[in-house]
């Protein structure tokens, strides 16, 4: 029988993430850390956490710093962006789970930002594979052309001006992507108006960071997904210079479903067309 726990990691710049083990019954095979997309709280990921415990695998989900339940009750003091949750928190995620379980393989699951962020990790190193699920750039310019005209005005309008309202990006209540730190968003609107994303903004040591990147990736990107184009994935994989890289474009009709989008990868009815069929080969 699979069970859960659930604990705080405490990152090395002192903030404390709350996070989600799902062990498999007996010794488990490699660890798999969902990495969240922007704004998603962990409890999204529960299910395929849930159902990689049952394959042998131990899982872990987690919030970033100010997200789900790491969120501090003033977002508005918070001081975090989003080098700070790939340096800091998914460093501390699997610093944890080597301790879990040392010795066996370590596997990233990221979703959207969650593959974006592996290329600023302290040590991708201890990686044994990295599978990135609808994973791209975020350069507007790029994005899927129904979501050019509502992104900008996201970025050059609402972002500046509620945020320096509310000191936070209170994205709850205007149903666009969730509440965010200041760091984190501001941060992020600079990546998405910048041709090369996170590199061309963070500059020659985030450039060298992709590149230093040298594990296997593997892209599952989807065909109708709402938010990232065939051109953001390829652009934001091309980052990797150094990796091995296989990149899977699935079509709704490939898998038997007539929807997936940007986060139907995660829900549960997507149990035997997409993660049996796409995700457990990866992991084997």
């Known amino acids: 029988m699979t069970t859960t726990t659930s604990h705080s990691v405490v990152t090395r710049n002192g903030n404390a993430i709350q996070a989600s083990f799902f062990h498999p019954e007996g010794d488990p095979r490699a660890a798999v850390l969902i990495v969240p997309a922007m704004g998603v709280s962990q409890s999204f990921y529960g299910p395929l956490a849930a159902w990689l415990a049952c394959q042998g695998y131990l899982a872990a989900t987690f919030d970033y710093v100010g997200i789900g339940r790491s969120r501090v009750s003033d977002l508005a003091r918070l001081d975090v962006n989003i080098l700070d949750w790939a340096r800091f928190d998914c460093d501390a ?47 507007w310019r790029e994005n899927v052309p129904q979501l050019r005209a509502r992104v900008w005005w996201l970025w050059y309008f609402v972002v500046p001006v509620v945020t320096r309202i509310f000191g936070y990006f209170p994205g709850k209540r205007l149903r666009k992507v969730g509440d965010l730190p200041r760091g984190v968003i501001d941060q992020w609107r600079r990546w998405c108006l910048n041709p090369d994303y996170a590199v061309g903004v963070e500059g020659p040591l985030a450039r060298e960071g992709f590149a230093a990147v040298r594990l296997p990736i593997t892209s599952l990107s989807f065909t109708d997904d709402e938010m990232m184009s065939a051109r953001n994935i390829q652009s934001l994989h091309g980052q990797y210079t150094a990796a091995c890289k296989k990149m899977t474009r699935i079509a709704p009709a ?11 990868f995660f829900r549960a009815q997507s149990e035997d ?12």
């Open 93 to 139: 995620m699997l610093a944890e789970l080597q301790s879990l379980v040392p010795g066996k393989s370590l596997y990233w699951v990221g979703h959207s930002l969650g593959g974006q962020i592996l290329g600023l990790l302290p040590d991708p190193g201890r990686l044994a594979k990295a599978i990135t699920v609808a994973c791209g750039s975020g350069y």
């Open 254 to 264: 490939d898998a038997g479903m007539r929807r997936i989008g940007h986060f139907g």
């Open 273 to 284: 067309a997409l993660w049996t069929r796409y995700l457990l080969p990866e992991l084997l």
